[in-house]
């Protein structure tokens, strides 16, 4: 039976993957491969969010009546990386090495951190309470356009 933590916790691996591209090549000064690699990551996170936001959250703050707890601090934490993509975008639009790797920095530990609170906490916890659900709302997340 599928579960909410073995469909996105490896889409974290991925986000972080396509995100290391970018940041790399940035640090080696190649702007051009830097600016095709950028678009997949940011992309691919903001899909991330919204299939969090848009359908596991919801799922787990009905079943759980949890609307002040972990979805909050998660949802917080996607504007800050949200405000953080548009940061990253307009330096690497400006092909500002300092600002754009030291924006990376802090995304890199923000989303790290982030990362594990999901995997280790939230996963767990949807696993345990929409495990009935699981399925169909793992379809609904595939269904989210990215």
Known sequence: MPTISAFLAPDHQHCDTLFAAAEAAAARGEWQAAAEAWPRFH???L???A???EVMFPAF???TGMTQGPTQIMRMEHRQMS???NQLSDALARQDADAFLGDCETLLIIM???NMKEEQM???MADQVLAGE???LIGRMRAISG
């Open 112 to 114: 790290q951190q982030h």
């Open 47 to 49: 899909h991330h969010f």
């Open 83 to 85: 405000d953080l993509l």
């Open 61 to 63: 703050e009905a079943r």
């Open 51 to 53: 299939m969090e936001e």
């Open 134 to 136: 699981a399925e169909d």
């Open 43 to 45: 992309d691919a996170l």
């Open 122 to 124: 939230l996963y767990h």
